[in-house]
């Protein structure tokens, strides 16, 4: 699987577009970029998943440049319950199956 | 459709003691993993299991065993409990475990104890 890099830690207030960037240099031609929220005692889940441009769904939105190097979660108008820990995962659909998760993104949405 | 369980939620053991963490899910999927994480800490991988009767060593697997007798169960066994193995401990699956394929479904978690 492709390294990724995120930022460790990212405060935000209510109310606020929160954009979470993860870096991946090294992303192969049939890798996805796939975004996981953690909140705290509970395992991650599946938010949104991209190959190329602009995906949406109910959730969020992910932004995946042309050269796909890298790629950004967009929360619209983010809450409280928001708070979670915000993991990027680069890999394909032909084999790799070491998952690795990394230490993610910890978002803090504040009052 | 209950997803992926785990059992027990809680346990506390004494260093040296031996146990079984369950997982089960009734979703047909073929992939099957286990991950530790720390406080403070993003996921690491501990065994994986990409079908009945096949199972791989992921990033942590030392002090742990692993078996897949059937698609819906794949126990995590501690053989020697060890301060260094508390943790919470959360299984996933998934249809085929690609991560660029399908979305990986998590456990509750356990939580773990070693004393």
């Known amino acids: 699987l492709a390294k990724t890099t995120q930022p460790i830690s990212m405060d935000s207030y209510e109310g606020q577009e929160v954009n979470i960037t993860c870096s991946h240099n090294?992303?192969?031609?049939?890798?996805?970029i796939t975004w996981y929220q953690q909140f705290p005692s509970q395992g991650p889940r599946f938010i949104i998943q991209?190959?190329?441009t602009k995906v949406t769904n109910e959730v969020a939105s992910l932004f995946i440049p042309a050269d796909r190097k890298s790629s950004t979660l967009s929360l619209p108008r983010v809450s409280l319950s928001d708070t979670a820990v915000y993991y990027c995962?680069?890999?394909?659909?032909?084999?790799?199956?070491?998952?690795?998760f990394g230490a993610g993104t910890r978002l803090f949405v504040k009052a | 459709n209950a997803g992926v369980t785990q059992t027990p939620k809680f346990q506390v053991l004494k260093t040296g003691q031996s146990m079984t963490l369950q997982c089960a899910q009734d979703?047909?999927?073929?992939?099957m993993s286990w991950y530790r994480q720390d406080p403070g800490m993003g996921l690491r991988l501990i065994h994986y299991?990409?079908?009945?009767?096949?199972?791989d060593q992921g990033e942590v697997p030392n002090g742990y065993n692993v078996s897949r007798s059937t698609t819906e169960d794949f126990p995590l066994r501690l053989l020697s409990a060890a301060p260094s193995q508390t943790s919470v401990y959360f299984c996933?699956?998934?249809?085929?475990?690609?991560?660029?394929?399908?979305?990986?479904?998590f456990g509750s978690g356990t939580r773990l104890t070693v004393v």
């Open positions: 996933a699956s998934s249809l085929s475990g690609e991560v660029g394929v399908n979305g990986y479904t």
């Open positions: 090294n992303i192969a031609t049939n890798d996805y």
């Open positions: 991209g190959y190329k």
């Open positions: 995962l680069v890999g394909g659909n032909t084999g790799g199956f070491k998952t690795i």
């Open positions: 979703m047909n999927h073929e992939y």
């Open positions: 299991s990409v079908g009945a009767g096949i199972t």
